[in-house]
């Protein structure tokens, strides 16, 4: 079964400062790779996506990530944080080849995003 | 378009009362889902259906059951409510010709068992 680790379990960086959030997964076949983002008492809410093609994929407000197959990784990125961008962030996983009900992910534990003005 | 709706938005429950957790999409979307969010721990799968009168079991479906009449609707019960059942719990939907699967989440709703 696939799995998904996310390094940093809690970040705090100033306004302006660069973001990188890591995300690692395991699994040997080709995937669909997800980045979410929850804000304080949110829903889930998509960030970007990867399923093909370019592997740096960009999303809503600001943020890219890119997929590096042959590290399995699928680390988030944003240039200049703000104090908006205060959230948990959720990467996760979906095997493109597990057939029918296969649409299921697998999430990573979360990382928090502590943005300090 | 409301997307995904749950209800209720918090509930309280006594140890041994249950209740149903109701979620309904009105994308047309084939695939429903329910996870659980506990924290430090991400999301987890419950149970998740792909299509009306098809369900089957995700990663921690013990205590909870399902069903799916309909292509809208897909309730969660919990029959005997425990405390280890003190979570917040999210339904979500995909497209089954999404490309990409992406899921579509809904605005949770949080149990406490006491």
């Known amino acids: 079964a696939q799995s998904v680790s996310q390094h940093n379990h809690h970040v705090i960086l100033s306004e302006a400062a660069s973001l990188e959030l890591g995300c690692n997964y395991s699994?040997?076949?080709?995937?669909?790779l997800f980045w979410y983002v929850q804000y304080p008492g949110q829903h889930l809410q998509l960030l970007l996506k990867?399923?093909?093609?370019?592997?740096l994929v960009k999303g809503i407000k600001g943020f890219e990530a890119e997929f590096i197959k042959s590290k399995f990784s699928f680390n988030l990125r944003k240039p200049s944080v703000q104090w908006s961008d205060t959230a948990e962030y959720f990467c996760?996983?979906?095997?493109?080849?597990?057939?029918?009900?296969?649409?299921?992910?697998?999430f990573g534990k979360g990382t928090k995003l502590s943005v300090i003005p | 378009n409301a997307g995904v709706t749950q209800t209720p938005k918090f509930r309280i429950l006594k140890i041994g009362q249950s209740m149903t957790l109701q979620c309904a999409q009105d994308?047309?979307?084939?695939?429903m889902y329910w996870y659980r969010q506990d924290p430090g721990m991400g999301l987890k799968l419950i149970y998740y259906?792909?299509?009306?009168?098809?369900?089957d079991k995700g990663e921690v479906p013990n205590g909870y059951n399902v069903s799916r009449s309909t292509t809208e609707d897909f309730p969660l019960r919990l029959e005997l409510a425990a405390p280890s059942q003190t979570s917040v719990y999210f339904c979500?939907?995909?497209?089954?010709?999404?490309?990409?699967?992406?899921?579509?989440f809904g605005p949770g709703t949080r149990l406490t068992v006491t």
């Open positions: 996760a996983v979906n095997p493109q080849d597990s057939g029918a009900g296969s649409y299921q992910l697998t």
């Open positions: 990867y399923f093909s093609g370019d592997p």
């Open positions: 699994y040997g076949g080709t995937v669909n």
């Open positions: 994308m047309n979307h084939n695939y």
């Open positions: 259906s792909v299509g009306a009168g098809i369900t």
């Open positions: 979500a939907s995909s497209h089954r010709d999404s490309i990409a699967r992406e899921q579509y």
